[in-house]
């Protein structure tokens, strides 16, 4: 599978993750799930989510038997710090619009990885889609299924950050 530079982290239910919040994060997950592989969706309740996550979120929908996939809720601190609003991007192998960047069939490939798979991941790397070269990105993706047990959403937590080293590239 190609990851598009970026790092894949497949998720083992003994895992380290790469943060307290993601560990946190990650923990509400696998409680939700309880004795079945994967938690029902119904199990995403925005209400319940500690609001120190919520502007980190975003829930990516499952549509056309897994080859399309629709940003449904972006956190505004995504927006923030990006100047992008995602909510309502879609990302498929037709039309990986509104941004195309070489990430964007490693990240469908990724999502598809997951429903394959009946696995959270972790990816780290540059956020391409924000169209700034300094922001990096580390998400956390948590499947989750629908009555026929196939995964309909995913939620997702993301720590963005700055490369504030701006010659980290520079032969000088």
């Known amino acids: 599978m190609s990851t598009g530079g970026d790092q894949f982290c497949p998720i083992d239910t003994d895992g380290k993750l790469a943060s307290a919040s993601f560990a946190e994060f990650y923990q509400r997950w696998d409680t939700a799930r309880g004795d079945a592989d994967l938690p029902h969706l119904s199990k995403i309740q925005p209400a ?3 609001p120190k996550f919520l502007p980190h979120i975003t ?10 996939f629709v940003i449904r809720l972006a956190g505004s601190a995504i927006s923030d710090i990006s100047n992008v609003e995602m909510t309502g991007w879609e990302a498929d192998e037709a039309k990986p619009k509104p941004t195309p960047t070489d990430g964007s069939q490693a990240s469908v490939e990724r999502l598809k990885w997951s ?6 991941y972790c990816m780290a790397g540059p956020a391409r889609w924000s169209g700034n070269d300094m ?7 948590l499947p989750y299924v629908g009555d026929d047990n196939q995964v309909e959403r995913f939620l997702t937590l993301n720590d963005l950050e700055f490369n504030t080293d701006g010659c980290e590239s520079c032969e000088a």
């Open 135 to 141: 922001l990096t990105q580390r998400t956390l993706v």
């Open 59 to 68: 829930i990516i929908g499952v549509e056309n038997q897994g080859t399309r």
């Open 48 to 50: 319940a989510i500690p």
């Open 115 to 120: 429903i394959t798979n009946r696995r959270p």
